[in-house]
């Protein structure tokens, strides 16, 4: 894989000491990042999609009304 020597420069530049100069695991760090950052907005996306569905807004308003009796039953919520 080739690397503009700019990008490099920047990435080691930022990147902890410990990596030193092992570029495989600069990148390997960098990609895991990378994927886990994605993964974090897909799952927000999908997640203000269901909030905005109204079926689903909807269910959600049924099950706190099938369960609001429990509020009452004295335990604590620690």
């Not at 100069?21 to 950052?37: C, G, M």
């Amino acid at each position: 894989m080739a690397l503009p020597k700019h990008l490099i420069d920047e990435a080691t530049a930022v990147s902890p000491p410990e990596l030193g100069q092992d570029l495989n695991r600069l990148v390997t760090i960098a990609l895991q990042e990378f994927a886990a950052r994605r993964k974090t907005r897909v799952f927000e996306e999908a997640m203000a999609q269901m909030a905005a569905d109204p079926a689903i807004r909807s269910e959600c308003e049924a099950i706190e009304r099938d369960f609001c009796v429990t509020e009452a039953d004295g335990l604590t919520r620690d």
